[in-house]
């Protein structure tokens, strides 16, 4: 009895052994692309298709790919230097331009500086371009600012969660400057990448991919019921709080 009670322990300590590893290497592997430390990854079966090959990315570039799919839309109505500077904040994240960087304080010395700076003079270039600090396009503006300055600080996984729910909001946003098909469809395509990144960032060391679809494809059945109760009886609501969102804007607009 003694002896099965001491074996009982002995698997128990051995698997707890086992768990701690694999969530130290699956922490290690989004912490060490962030860094720079590992700039390539080798997917799990070389000969899958490409949608196969999609799913297995790792969670970090899940992330990047969602503020590519966040930003985007917004180019439309955005200042060009306001892209640009998104376009700049988004490469410099990718693991290869972080691995140029042989210390890891000089990394996060130069990154602290430019986001510093790039969010100082992004205040100053949205004054000088919409001459005011209240408005639509403002307000939408310096929400984009904020999401693409916070990703010079993605170096864990609890940066790429607040960046994730920052980039819901971003894609709500796109509501307030337009109604129609095409932003529906581009914010459609925004949250499911998002939700995809979500659910990586929770599977980083499923190196297949499997199941990842699946799981998004559970998550949106489970939300339908609410979507059916919010569109019909809150949609109201809804259409008549951006329309005088709408009506504000044009107001300061005038002004």
Same mark, same amino acid.
């Given at each position: 009895?003694?002896?099965?009670?001491?074996?009982?322990?002995?698997?128990?300590?051995?698997?707890?052994?086992?768990?701690?590893?694999?969530?130290?290497?699956?922490?290690?592997?989004?912490?060490?692309?962030?860094?720079?430390?590992?700039?390539?990854?080798?997917?799990?079966?070389?000969?899958?298709?490409?949608?196969?090959?999609?799913?297995?990315?790792?969670?970090?570039?899940?992330?990047?790919?969602?503020? @590519?799919? @966040?930003?985007?839309?917004? &180019?439309?109505?955005?200042?060009?230097?306001?892209?640009?500077?998104?376009?700049?904040?988004?490469? &410099?994240?990718?693991?290869?331009?972080?691995?140029?960087?042989?210390?890891?304080?000089?990394?996060?010395?130069? !990154?602290?500086?430019?986001?510093?700076?790039?969010?100082?003079?992004?205040?100053?270039?949205?004054?000088?371009?919409?001459?005011?600090?209240?408005?639509?396009?403002?307000?939408?503006?310096?929400?984009?600012?904020?999401?693409?300055?916070?990703?010079?600080?993605? !170096?864990?996984?609890?940066?790429?969660?607040?960046?994730?729910?920052?980039?819901?909001?971003?894609?709500?946003?796109?509501?307030?400057?337009?109604?129609?098909?095409?932003?529906?469809?581009?914010?459609?395509?925004?949250? @499911?990448?998002?939700?995809?990144?979500?659910?990586?960032?929770?599977?980083?060391?499923?190196?297949?991919?499997?199941?990842?679809?699946?799981?998004?494809?559970?998550?949106?059945?489970?939300?339908?019921?609410?979507?059916?109760?919010?569109?019909?009886?809150?949609?109201?609501?809804?259409?008549?709080?951006?329309?005088? &969102?709408?009506?504000?804007?044009? !107001? !300061?607009?005038?002004?």
């Amino acid at each position: 009895m003694t002896n099965s009670k001491r074996l009982s322990s002995a698997d128990v300590d051995a698997l707890s052994t086992e768990y701690s590893a694999a969530d130290a290497t699956k922490t290690a592997s989004f912490e060490q692309l962030a860094l720079g430390q590992k700039v390539s990854f080798q997917p799990e079966r070389n000969d899958a298709k490409w949608y196969r090959k999609l799913f297995a990315l790792p969670a970090y570039y899940w992330v990047l790919i969602a503020q @590519v799919a @966040v930003v985007l839309p917004h &180019a439309a109505h955005l200042p060009l230097w306001l892209i640009g500077f998104a376009a700049v904040s988004i490469a &410099a994240q990718l693991p290869h331009i972080k691995a140029k960087f042989k210390k890891l304080s000089h990394l996060k010395r130069i !990154y602290q500086s430019v986001q510093m700076l790039g969010f100082l003079l992004g205040l100053l270039g949205l004054w000088l371009t919409y001459n005011t600090a209240f408005g639509l396009d403002m307000g939408v503006a310096f929400l984009v600012l904020c999401l693409v300055s916070k990703l010079w600080e993605l !170096y864990k996984r609890r940066d790429a969660y607040v960046v994730l729910n920052l980039s819901l909001f971003v894609l709500a946003a796109l509501f307030l400057m337009d109604q129609g098909l095409l932003t529906t469809l581009e914010v459609i395509v925004g949250a @499911v990448i998002v939700l995809l990144a979500f659910i990586a960032l929770n599977d980083d060391s499923n190196a297949s991919g499997d199941g990842r679809l699946r799981t998004l494809g559970v998550l949106g059945v489970g939300a339908l019921p609410l979507l059916v109760v919010l569109f019909l009886f809150f949609s109201e609501t809804a259409t008549a709080v951006v329309s005088t &969102a709408i009506r504000s804007a044009s !107001y !300061y607009r005038c002004l």
